[in-house]
């Protein structure tokens, strides 16, 4: 009895430890990805004073696209959870 019960134990830190681990994956994830998208707009304004208004229209489109579909993909999980 005892033995199942250190067993269950054990699972259980380490069904905590993996979820830890999950949520640390998942927060370096979107530190990066803002400090990436605010790079791209940051350099779409300087392109866009300095007169490279294509380029930097392109620029910029990058993160608000990924933006729009992070926001479109979380729609669609919350509609049908599976």
């Known amino acids: 009895m005892n033995a ?11 069904a905590k430890a993996q979820n ?5 994956s998942d927060r370096i994830g979107q530190i990066f990805g803002f400090i990436a998208s ?7 304004i300087y392109l866009g004073i300095n007169d490279h208004v294509v380029v930097a229209s392109a620029l910029a489109a990058l993160p608000l696209a990924g933006i729009i579909r992070a926001f479109r993909d979380k729609s669609h999980g919350e509609k049908n959870p599976s």
Do not use: K
């Open 38 to 44: 605010a790079v791209a707009i940051s350099g779409a």
């Open 20 to 24: 830890d681990a999950v949520f640390q």
């Open 4 to 14: 199942n019960i250190e067993s269950q134990r054990l699972q259980l830190e380490l």
